[in-house]
């Protein structure tokens, strides 16, 4: 049965070429969300090619389910899982960031503030806290701190003393719109276009999700299990993520020098970055999602 809410996947032929190396190896897609890349993956892939998926979200393991091919498997879990896979036995590690359309667009999930729904979040509704529930008992310090840092929100500390306010005044906010609605009232100015509430949500589901310490756990697994000359293709939707990336990129694409031994041979560097694309004038106007996506390409250096 077809989703009422569907997802365009962006920059799906720049992902896949950028991936795709070696016909008969194996590739990973650590976010498969609803399998756009996957299934242009598969496409390509030879007989002897295999493709591993990973996804939270049981919708999406439920889309996987719809593929028939022996050569494609997924599994239940965040791409913080990717350190165990064995060292360089991977010729491709894909990781489309960010919340997909269909968890945006559904009022039951609780991303968005656009359509009245509980107030979860979670990418996997089978474990962990949902927003509501840690907005129930988290200090306003916490609270502010977390808008602060994963919203980049100048009125934290005013709408993490509304929140608590609101919490003694009526009990716990429940749904998306009781927050969303809080905020209009607490953030009086804002960018143009913009809703008063879109930091704050976007800085509640990043931390409840643990996105960016998971992010930066699979960065550094990618290391591990790419062969040589194996590439590393990240998309990402905002500055938070991309920075990480980036810095992740720049990192390893040096030698590093031991200041303690002065003429000890640097250790070599793991990475080459290749490229940094954005979508296209005309994939913007057919999914204006994708108008803030970043897509960084780096490739394994020699697997020593």
Do not use: C
């Amino acid at each position: 049965m077809e989703s009422k809410w569907q997802h365009t996947t962006v920059l799906l032929n720049e992902a896949v070429a950028a991936l795709f190396t070696k016909p008969d190896s194996t590739y990973v897609d650590a976010t498969f969300g609803r399998g756009g890349h996957s299934r242009l993956l598969l496409s390509r892939l030879g007989p002897q090619g295999r493709l591993m998926a990973y996804d939270k979200d049981l919708d999406a393991i439920a889309e996987a389910g719809r593929i028939d091919d022996p050569r494609f498997s997924i599994r239940h879990e965040g791409f913080a899982h990717l350190g165990e896979l064995p060292a360089a036995s991977v010729a491709g590690v894909l990781m489309d960031l960010g919340v997909s359309s269909p968890q945006i667009d559904n009022p039951a999930r609780g991303f968005s503030f656009r359509g009245d729904g509980p107030l979860d979040m979670r990418m996997d509704t089978t474990r962990g806290e949902s927003v509501a529930e840690w907005l129930a008992t988290a200090e306003a310090g916490q609270i502010a701190e977390v808008i602060r840092e994963y919203g980049e929100e100048r009125f934290a500390v005013q709408i993490a003393k509304a929140i608590v306010a609101r919490r003694q005044e009526r009990g716990p906010l429940a749904t998306t719109a009781e927050l969303a609605q809080l905020v209009a009232g607490t953030v009086k100015t804002r960018e143009p276009g913009q809703d008063p509430a879109t930091r704050t949500f976007q800085a509640l589901r990043i931390f409840i999700n643990a996105e960016l310490e998971e992010l930066q756990q699979a960065l550094e697994a990618s290391l591990d299990i790419l062969q040589s000359h194996g590439r590393l293709v990240v998309i990402s939707f905002h500055s938070l993520e991309d920075r990480i990336v980036k810095q992740f990129i720049a990192q390893h694409s040096r030698e590093v020098f031991d200041r303690r031994a002065p003429f000890a041979p640097p250790k070599a560097m793991k990475l080459k970055a290749l490229d940094r694309i954005k979508p296209s004038a005309e994939e913007v106007k057919a999914n204006p999602r994708s108008r803030s996506a970043i897509m960084r390409v780096a490739e394994r250096t020699e697997v020593q």
